[in-house]
């Protein structure tokens, strides 16, 4: 069923709002409950289709899981003690990508994990390779066959494992999978993401012996029976540079609660060059909005660098800018698909491979876009749409729910004209 974002512009967005669990870090926090011998809880889990999916695999592997509040804050109760299995049905897994952290804690606990090759948003190509080829350094036998990826372990062993890059999701998938291990395992070129030094985190609550995340060289000491732990889940950056960026775009005032700053200095520092700044406030950060951006130059990086899932969300404020902005994007090769829909809206946009150009317009007018590309991406031209003169309707926009929770509620608590339509007629125009 077709799910649409209509967006009425020209109204400026005012108020606070909270920022919710990080969705790239509840992830893998999910997938490591898999090695408790106890029941844990994630504190401020958020409620995201993406969470939902990873927890209905872990149900379907015999994990007991429930959704509870805890002083008004979502959380998730997770109880692997009934661990009954080691294969994913391909549907369940071809529906999230995250579903690859799997296999870590599945090797570890029961030495074996059957997974069909994951699936996700359509971003560009994201090879499970460096996964494969670290879990084999640990002892693992792993073969892919007919998209089906099959390990076994009967021992892990310790081993010194150089990343080829600083993938996160191989990163975290060997630090759960070593604390089964025997002996130090060194993991050079770790990414240094802030999710990976919360799996860290808790990891060590629940007895582990792991350091140095959030370097380049993480350590785990192993074997370790791993027992239960509470944990709170870190707040989401990408949600936070959304949000700052929406009231940029917009204009306003909004103050953020719930953000550990550093976390977003390479965002803050785009934002201040782009004209808007981002000051401490007493509930985390402000940013007041009150003219159009100038141009910046963009590069996607690694942690610490600018993140590549705000990517298309910053070029949305960049469309409006008084001069020509670039954006370069070196991690994913897709990432630019969402331009079709800003040209439709008005926006001057080349791009050269993983390049894009902007050339700023005075205004933006609205306009009925194709379907949502993936996640940022629907996130972008609903952002896009908060400056547009007239109606902006995002087709095919369920994906928000992925990574944002309550999107649409959100903005309009903020003072945005926003609303979510389901089914097949067409939406009437405002």
């Known amino acids: 069923m077709d799910q649409r974002v209509v967006v009425a512009g020209g109204r ?4 606070r709002l909270r920022v919710q669990g990080a969705k790239n870090a509840v992830l893998p926090l999910l997938a490591a409950c898999l090695l408790a011998r106890e029941p844990c809880l994630l504190l401020d889990a958020p409620r995201l289709s993406d969470v939902a999916t990873m927890s209905g695999i872990l149900q379907h592997l015999g994990l007991d899981i429930h959704a509870v509040e805890v002083d008004g804050v979502p959380a998730l109760q997770v109880d692997a003690r009934a661990l009954s299995g080691y294969e994913v049905p391909g549907a369940l897994m071809r529906r999230l990508r995250s579903s690859i952290f799997l296999l870590g804690p599945l090797l570890a606990r029961v030495g074996r994990a059957r997974l069909t090759l994951p699936g996700g948003c359509d971003i560009g190509p994201r090879p499970v390779d460096f996964h494969l080829r670290a879990l084999q350094a640990l002892g693992a036998t792993v073969s892919v066959s007919e998209g089906v990826i099959d390990a076994e372990a009967v021992r892990l062993r310790a081993a010194e494992i150089r990343l080829e890059q600083p993938s996160v999701g191989a990163t975290e998938n060997v630090m759960m999978a070593a604390t089964a291990a025997e002996g130090t395992t060194l993991i050079r070129n770790a990414a240094r993401e802030p999710e990976v030094a919360d799996l860290q985190a808790f990891l060590n609550a629940m007895g582990a012996r792991v350091s140095g995340a959030g370097g380049g060289v993480i350590a785990v000491r192993g074997p370790s029976v791993l027992a239960g732990a509470v944990h709170t889940v870190i707040p989401d950056r990408v949600e936070a540079g959304t949000w700052l960026i929406a009231t940029a775009i917009a204009g306003g005032c909004l103050e953020l609660a719930n ?11 785009k934002i201040e060059e782009a004209g808007f700044p981002v000051r401490p406030s007493a509930g985390g950060l402000m940013l007041e909005a009150r003219r159009r951006p100038r141009p910046v130059r963009v590069h996607t990086q690694p942690y610490p660098g600018f993140p590549t ?8 404020l960049l469309l409006r800018a008084t001069g020509t902005s670039t954006v370069t994007e070196t991690i994913f090769d897709n990432r630019f698909r969402v331009v079709q829909g800003f040209l439709r809206m008005g926006a001057q946009v080349s791009t050269y491979g993983r390049v894009a150009v902007i050339n700023g317009v005075p205004g933006l007018h609205g306009a009925e876009v194709e379907d949502a590309p993936d996640l940022r991406g629907a996130a972008a031209l609903v952002l896009a749409g908060l400056a547009a003169e007239g109606v902006t309707v995002v087709r095919q926009a369920a994906c928000l729910d992925r990574g944002y929770q309550d999107f649409a509620e959100r903005l309009q608590a903020l003072g945005a004209d926003v609303r979510v339509e389901t089914g097949e007629e067409q939406p009437a125009r405002a």
């Open 12 to 15: 400026p967005l005012q108020g």
């Open 259 to 269: 953000v550990v700053a550093p976390h977003l200095d390479a965002v803050r520092a």
């Open 309 to 316: 899932d705000l990517q298309n969300p910053f070029m949305a």
